[in-house]
């Protein structure tokens, strides 16, 4: 496992960043309280995994700029972890044991292990999500070979291509995502079976880390993926493949990735939480900013980051898309968010609808008590309280739990209130045994 942060190798460059935080002043966010207001810390300490990809972010500008430490947190480690698979088995093993405390990470993969339903012989992992780390900012990839289709959010005349190469060459087409449940899992199987591609029956779905993803496209491994940046628009950047869509056009603003903890890390030190909490929200801010995300951009880009080209990060991060099929858009509404909409809030809402379509693809039950899981998981409780310590405007704080009635590119509604209806409208799916 790569250390990517060392506790006591400190420039002086860092140490004026830290000072600088300390006052309120950095990187030009407003003035907030320091974090003592809430308690004496428990520990200094955390062990934090992520994936190199672009909606880490928060993680990485929180560990550059100073802001754990602002918060007292002295002693934070942030570890690259090779797959979701990785941050999984770290997870389990605690720091303990080697392992890891926390992490950013897919959305529903804290469901996943807390019920154990990804875990080694399925033992039960407690976990708690304390924060969104972002909306939106995933794509959806095709390659070349259907480079005359120019495949966007319609995947009708995708299927019939799809369908005559399985038939041709006697063999599954592959579509890519990178862990079973995660929502690139969600996102690329809503998006097939909504042109009527049966994800479970007509095509292969495959598993493929991250940063590995371009290169097996590249040797034809994979027709389609779903992946988050920098890995998109490097494919363009490698003439191999295009976008067909950014995620936010299957649904505006969806939730990504969450900032999550082992439940017993949590219960143990709930003020340390906090001033991990605080320290991520102050670094969602930052990357909000306009005026600092090609700053965000170079630091993605670092070495112990995700250690990639600027130019493979820099467009998107600022919003702007090209396709790679002559289709640009400038400032993109569908664009990631840190930030603005509420993007840090984990609404239960959501968690809801991860659930339910896991439900649907057969990895939870369909008796399984959403409700009790949800409450015992999404510490947006958590959320709140450091939002208040934090001085957070009360206008950047739902009001609600729920975001309400979420809709989708093909017209389907999913009514938080109702569930099973929203399960019930969906003509493709491959339901568990209760």
């Known amino acids: 496992m790569q250390r990517t942060f060392d506790n006591t190798g400190w420039s002086r460059r860092s140490v004026i960043r830290a000072a600088a935080a300390g006052a309120g002043i950095a990187g030009g966010l407003w003035p907030i309280a320091a974090s003592a207001q809430g308690g004496a810390l428990e520990t200094r300490t955390a062990r934090l995994?992520?994936?190199a990809l672009t909606d880490a972010a928060p993680l990485f500008v929180a560990d550059e700029k100073g802001l754990f430490r602002k918060h007292g947190m002295t002693g934070v480690e942030v570890l690259k972890q090779s797959s979701w698979g990785a941050t999984r088995d770290n997870l389990v093993?605690?720091?303990r044991s080697g392992g890891i405390d926390g992490a950013h990470i897919l959305t529903p993969m804290p469901y996943l292990i807390t019920t154990g339903a990804v875990t080694a012989n399925n033992v039960p992992v407690p976990m708690a999500i304390l924060a969104r780390l972002n909306l939106g900012g995933q794509c959806i990839s095709v390659g070349n070979e259907y480079?005359?289709?120019?495949?966007?959010?319609?995947?009708?005349?995708?299927?019939?291509?799809?369908?005559?190469k399985a038939a041709k060459t006697g063999k599954?087409?592959?579509a890519a995502m990178t862990f079973p449940?995660?929502?690139?899992?969600?996102?690329?199987?809503?998006?097939?079976a909504a042109g009527g591609i049966d994800p479970t029956r007509d095509i292969s779905t495959i598993v493929v880390p991250p940063a590995q993803m371009v290169a097996n496209m590249k040797v034809g491994s994979m027709d389609t993926f779903c992946v988050c940046e920098p890995w998109n628009h490097q494919l363009i950047h490698q003439k191999i493949g295009y976008t067909a869509n950014t995620t936010s056009e299957i649904w505006q603003n969806h939730p990504e990735k969450a900032f999550a903890m082992r439940a017993d890390y949590v219960a143990a030190n709930p003020n340390s939480t906090k001033a991990l909490l605080k320290a991520v929200m102050e670094a969602q801010m930052y990357c909000e900013d306009p005026k600092n995300r090609e700053e965000v951009a170079e630091i993605c880009s670092r070495r112990r980051w995700i250690n990639?080209?600027?130019?493979d990060i820099v467009d998107r991060m600022k919003g702007d898309f090209d396709y790679g099929t002559g289709r640009l858009v400038a400032n993109s509404p569908h664009q990631m968010r840190y930030w603005k909409d509420f993007a840090s809030y984990p609404f239960r809402s959501h968690d809801l609808w991860f659930l339910t379509e896991n439900i649907r693809w057969g990895y939870l039950p369909p008796n399984l008590d959403t409700n009790a899981?949800?409450?015992?998981?999404?510490?947006?409780?958590l959320w709140r309280a450091a939002a208040k310590e934090l001085g957070v405007p009360s206008k950047e704080i739902p009001a609600s739990t729920s975001r309400g009635v979420e809709k989708f590119f093909d017209g389907k509604v999913f009514d938080p209130a109702n569930p099973k209806a929203y399960l019930d409208s969906l003509s493709i799916k491959y339901l568990k045994s209760a």
């Not at 899981?373 to 947006?380: D, F």
């Open 373 to 381: 899981l949800i409450a015992k998981v999404n510490r947006e409780d």
């Open 181 to 192: 449940g995660g929502t690139h899992d969600m996102w690329l199987r809503y998006w097939l």
């Open 93 to 95: 093993l605690g720091s």
């Open 147 to 164: 480079r005359d289709l120019k495949v966007g959010l319609d995947t009708r005349e995708f299927r019939k291509a799809l369908l005559a």
């Open 49 to 51: 995994g992520f994936i």
């Open 172 to 174: 599954p087409v592959n």
């Open 308 to 311: 990639a080209p600027v130019a």
